[in-house]
């Protein structure tokens, strides 16, 4: 279990999940919703309401705080607590004033209030234009702006370029995918602005016709398996992203009049413009299906169960250290119930050494594992997930332990 105190007589595992119920369940559409019943609101009020002890707080927590444009909620949690994750612990709950404390408007001030031992947060006067939960509609046209003016949990622009790249796929799932056959004018190399030419997958052409066809497509190469640090279990297989491509006309079959003077049908491949190339793509590449576009509202806890597992991987970069903001792969997934938020302890291993200290005795020994960083994670897979380093204290690689927070 995660070792976070919680209000008198509740699971300190239990927290979280039941906190953020209570905050959810009346806030604005585009928050995440959560089902909740009379019993876990009535819970998340109790937790909520406890804050945090004194001894949880940064050592330099401002009295308050004005939120800024181009601030994360990540970085303000730090600003008041020792542990983050915790962010949700030290929240008052004032339902009719806070109603979903991850999301936070630039312009708001925060409040810190220290009571009988206990830390609260509270909020000031929301900024002008905040939107409010009730919205009155009527049928003519309206211009609006889409954006989410809240503050993000982390920069988005560290997180988003990975939810459409990183992909774990089964062991024969991209060579089943459409290929590249060909380039223009024997061209071996393929970048952004060229023209390449697909084949569909054995027996399903890239035709024009078909229904539930796509015209975006991710091109990737050479699916790498993911072994577990521990075990040398293949934990799925990690394809390499390359770019995105789209389609310009379908693969048919048309009459060719071969060298010989006979006519022949003959396949003509697809024809795809490639629009972004992070690498240059070849003959062989494979093709799926560009996804929706993934919004995602990251809230940062610790898991409620026991989570132990190993950083599998760097993602995009063969280093053997790993620095703040990289990506790895870890090897625990949501069959093992890791999700999106999830914050995770890195343990470096301790070395095994020969004590020697003791004039006629020898053993081995293994120095403690010891912390050195701090993960969370944002896109998962079955056995896997994707996390982005927020801190490191010491060198980071592959094979360290992932952990709860402690």
Known sequence: MVPIKAAPGLASGAWVALALAGVLASAPAAAQNFPITPAQRSTAEQVASAGVPLSELAPNAPDSYTVKSGDTL????????????????????????????????PGQTLYLEKLDGRARLRMGEAPSGMPTETVRVSPRTRIADLADPTIPTLPPHVIEPFLNEAIIVGENELDRAPRIVAAPDTRVLITRGDRAYV????????????????????????????????TKAVLGYEARYL?????VRGE???????P?????????????DVVAARE?????????????????????RAPAELVEGSIVSVYGDAVAMVGPNQVVAISRGAADGVENGHVLAILRAGRRIDDRSQPGERATIKVPDERSGLLMVFRTFDRISYALVLEVSQGVQVGDRVVNPR
């Open 199 to 230: 084949r569909g997958r054995n027996g399903t052409p890239l035709v024009e016709t078909d229904p539930n066809r796509t015209d975006a497509f991710r091109v990737f190469r050479s699916a790498v398996p993911l072994r577990d640090p521990l």
């Open 280 to 300: 240059e793509m070849r003959v062989g590449d494979r093709l799926l299906p560009e996804p929706p576009r993934v919004f995602s509202s990251y809230v940062p």
């Open 74 to 105: 990540w970085a303000i949690s730090g600003l008041f607590l020792r542990t983050p994750w915790r962010w949700p612990e030290l929240w008052g709950m004032n339902i009719e004033q806070v109603r979903n404390p991850h999301r936070i408007w």
């Open 260 to 272: 010989n003077g006979d006519t022949a049908p003959t396949v003509i491949p697809a024809s795809i």
């Open 252 to 258: 048919t079959v048309q009459p060719v009049r071969m």
């Open 243 to 247: 770019g995105k491509a789209e389609l």
